[in-house]
Nanobody, 115 residues
Framework: QGQLVESGGGLVQAGGSLRLSCAVS????????MGWYRQPPGKQRVFVAA???????NYEDSVKGRFTISRDNAKNTVYLQMNSLKLDDTAVYYC?????????WGQGTQVTVSS
């Protein structure tokens, strides 16, 4: 059984940076899209960023210019570089992948931004 495994979360001060990684392991086939969602405390899970296997990217408006998504297809890994972090970025960040109609999720990694 395949899975998406996130790493890189943690506690950071406002204005700081973190880099999240998500590796595909096991029997998950090559994914057409990979990306990140986040779930702030007490709120629903929402889209953050995604990247297709041709390199095209899409971002949620509040993270444009601060977050950068990238992908290493050879390593089957997606990254999220988060700069200029704000208190509102505090959330559990989930890795996501999609191939055709199949969606895959990681377990989530906590990102906490402190003042």
């Amino acid at each position: 059984q395949g899975q998406l495994v996130e790493s890189g979360g943690g506690l950071v001060q406002a204005g700081g940076s973190l880099r999240l990684s998500c590796a595909v392991s096991g029997s998950i086939p090559s994914l057409n899209f990979m990306g990140w969602y986040r779930q702030p405390p007490g709120k629903q899970r929402v889209f953050v960023a995604a990247i297709a296997n041709d390199g095209s990217r899409n971002y949620e408006d509040s993270v444009k210019g601060r977050f950068t998504i990238s992908r290493d297809n050879a390593k089957n890994t997606v990254y999220l570089q988060m700069n200029s972090l704000k208190l509102d970025d505090t959330a559990v960040y989930y890795c996501w992948g999609r191939r055709l109609s199949s969606h895959y999720w990681g377990q989530g990694t906590q990102v906490t931004v402190s003042s």
